[in-house]
């Protein structure tokens, strides 16, 4: 037990690196995956081929390559020749792949929308701003809840990738612990960590299916 406590104050540093590039990840790629998936159903065939060959790109591609390319080769990208350190180059690899998933959710949920609603709501005089945002997105959001979850705890056991950069993350600061002390226990209150994280996710996601089930059909 006195080992266990030994174990916390490394782990929690390790744990909070692992919170802040989930967190920011999810702010910032969900928005993001958003505004693809609207540009994915545009009626130009141009801007839609090109966000789908970027959809297409960052799926077909491993995360971890899409970060060392970001923080490796990135600097030496003639005319960018930007060199991110390690946390920032992360961030930007990380955002930009779950972008990529969160885009797909997003463009089948509002493809589900009957087209039907549409059109009623052009009638009453509605924008498609106004559409969009008073008639599709909640029910969008009640219906791509499960698969955003399900990315969203895939984020989570992602981020133990950042290791490749030197970050130290919750593994990585366990990994270290068992190098130097040869006992695996490192690794088991690491697991509790993730399960913990995944628990909280689960139950919070739950509670906006109850929230949300008023749109249903």
């Not at 545009?42 to 899409?66: C, D, E, F, H, K």
């Not at 960018?80 to 959710?105: K, M």
């Not at 705890?153 to 919750?170: G, Q, R």
């Amino acid at each position: 037990m006195d080992y266990l406590w030994v174990l916390l104050p490394p782990l929690l540093q390790g744990a909070g690196v692992t919170l802040q590039v989930f967190f920011i990840t999810l702010v910032l790629s969900l928005p993001l995956g958003l505004a693809l998936a609207l540009l994915r159903l545009s009626r130009s065939a141009s801007v839609s081929g090109l966000v789908n060959g970027y959809i297409w790109l960052m799926r077909g591609t491993p995360l971890m390559l899409q970060m060392l390319f970001i923080y490796f080769a990135l600097p030496f990208v003639p005319y960018v020749g930007i060199r991110l350190p390690s946390f920032p180059a992360a961030i930007v690899a990380f955002s930009l792949n779950y972008a990529a998933y969160f885009a797909e959710i997003f463009r089948g949920g509002i493809q589900s929308i009957d087209r039907g609603q549409y059109e009623a709501a052009k009638a009453l005089g509605f924008s498609y701003a106004q559409t969009m945002r008073r008639i599709v997105l909640p029910q969008v959001v009640k219906r791509v809840l499960a698969p955003v979850s399900n990315e969203t705890i895939t984020l989570v056991k992602d981020t133990s990738l950042i290791y490749v950069l030197a970050m130290n993350d919750l593994l990585r600061a366990a990994r270290g612990i068992v190098q130097r002390d040869f006992t695996t226990m490192p690794f088991i209150v690491a697991a509790v960590f993730y399960l913990l994280m995944t628990l909280m996710l689960t139950v919070g996601f739950q509670w906006l299916e109850k929230k949300y089930s008023v749109y249903d059909e």
